[in-house]
Nanobody
Framework: VQLQASGGGLVQAGESLRLTCTASGRGFINYAVAWFRQAPGEEREFVAA????????YYADSMKDRSTISRDNAEKTVSLQITPAKLEDKTVYYC???????????????????WGQGTLVTVSS
């Protein structure tokens, strides 16, 4: 499985931000997929994840009131929507995937072996 992140760009504060991670290869349904983000000089932080197989989702506490993650196994995509966008959402977003990842590990960066290239989001006031 390979990952391609898209949807980054310029969005105004208060509007919706939508990112999509598109996978290629076989067995996508067996992969947990997560979104992380990383600002310059900061550690990469977990945003949201969709578990493999089932429809279970996870969110960072700071993002759960504004974020929705959804997966379409037929289209091999996982999307992240953030509403409303805030200035602090301006950063690079990465999608990551790991096969048969345990639910206890799904929010932890080091357990993901597959990463997309990152997509830059800029939020204007």
């Amino acid at each position: 499985v390979q990952l391609q992140a898209s949807g980054g760009g310029l969005v105004q504060a208060g509007e919706s931000l939508r990112l999509t991670c598109t996978a290629s290869g076989r067995g996508f349904i067996n992969y947990a997929v997560a979104w992380f983000r990383q600002a310059p000089g900061e550690e990469r932080e977990f945003v949201a994840a969709a578990a493999w197989g089932a429809v279970t989702t996870y969110y960072a506490d700071s993002m759960k009131d504004r974020s929705t993650i959804s997966r379409d196994n037929a289209e091999k995509t996982v999307s992240l929507q953030i509403t409303p966008a805030k200035l602090e959402d301006k950063t690079v977003y990465y999608c990551a995937a790991e096969s048969f990842l345990a639910l206890n590990d799904i929010t932890t960066e080091r357990y993901y072996s597959l990463w997309g290239q990152g997509t830059l989001v800029t939020v204007s006031s």
